[in-house]
Nanobody
Framework: QVQLVESGGGLVQPGGSLRLSCAAPGFTLQNSAIHWFRQASGKEREAVSCITSSGDQTYYVDSVKGRFTISRDDAGKAVLLQMNSLKPEDTAVYHC???????????????????WGQGTQVTVSS
């Protein structure tokens, strides 16, 4: 059974960096668009970024543009979210998700996905 597994979260000071990874052990992610979401305590889940299956199109919520970069690793086994210049408001549980499609359809509006990861905690605090 396919599972999405996130890793790379942790505690970082404001201005610091983290790199999150989304992988599907035993499976390739090359044929699916991958979305990153985050949910802060007491807040609604928010779409953060998405990369198409080919990797040639990426999408970001306005609040992370210029600070976060989504990419695929060369082996096609993971999707990475490089997060720089982190702010306290980036604190949240970050999840990756896929609907097994090629494109980032309805990025920011789509909420139902076939597969979700369990999430990784990112805490930005001094």
């Amino acid at each position: 059974q396919v599972q999405l597994v996130e890793s790379g979260g942790g505690l970082v000071q404001p201005g610091g960096s983290l790199r999150l990874s989304c992988a599907a052990p035993g499976f390739t992610l090359q044929n699916s668009a991958i979305h990153w979401f985050r949910q802060a305590s007491g807040k609604e889940r928010e779409a953060v970024s998405c990369i198409t299956s080919s990797g040639d199109q990426t999408y970001y919520v306005d609040s992370v543009k210029g600070r976060f970069t989504i990419s695929r690793d060369d082996a096609g086994k993971a999707v990475l979210l490089q997060m720089n210049s982190l702010k306290p408001e980036d604190t949240a549980v970050y999840h990756c998700a896929t609907d097994y499609d090629y494109y980032c359809t309805l990025f920011g509006a789509k909420t139902h996905f076939a597969l979700w990861g369990q999430g990784t905690q990112v805490t930005v605090s001094s």
